[in-house]
């Protein structure tokens, strides 16, 4: 499995080529960079030629972006409305999109191969109308990622559209065999469970954020600081080929100890096998 580590431990500071280092010293192989602005300002050229340049030195791979799921640079703190491909309103879908679009652009000078995106927020239902936008943004994101060398991947969630089931539906409705899957193993535990969660979607699963929660809220914990099984998730994984690519997905507010990093990041790679 391909080891990858997620910016998300550094949410809360800019991202600069420190965090990557840090990264190759924590045993990945990759990074996901997540598209928040206060972190990765995917608008910013100054900020985009930095990262790239120290890519192109170093044998760390920029695997997938996660898309932003705010356009503001506070994660909505300040009241402003998060990005939705699936909200009601037209004119807020047409957004979403072209945030995302322009979160996708930064492949022209990063040149990461997949994108997380997440369809809908916590609270959306699930309708025929549900479908009709996910196909709608996917189709229309998915014309334009090609191009670039990007593949789509969507997340389950906790919500009613993005549970593994609806997804399935989703991208079977559409057709769309060349969009992957990013299984999020911490809202599935929160949800149907993982083996339950890994055994649906099969080899559709093109990647895995791993982390951990007590079964109550989405904590992003180290693997094994939680109640997820993991002796049966890691062999449920295992059986799929092609293997997916394992992302460590851990809280911002657990990536303050830089020293302890490297060592915890290796156990839980340990731990995935």
Known sequence: MLRVLSTHLFLNQRLHPGM????????AQAVEIFAARQHFDYTSREHLTELANWFRSNPLEPFSMHAPLYPDRDMGRGGGPGINLLHPEKSRRIDAMDELKRALEAADT???????VHLGERLDGWSPRTIEYSITALEHLGAFARPLGVRLLVENL???????????????AGHMDQVGICLDLGHAHLTVGTTEAIGTLGNRIASVHVHDNHGEKDEHLWPGDGTIAWPATVEALKALDPHPATVLEISQHLGADLLAIPARAQQAFELLG
């Open 20 to 27: 990557l280092e840090l990264a190759v010293r924590s045993g």
């Open 110 to 116: 990063i040149h990461f191969s997949n994108m997380v």
């Open 158 to 172: 906790m919500s009613e559209p993005t549970t593994p089931e609806h997804l399935l539906e989703i991208l079977n």
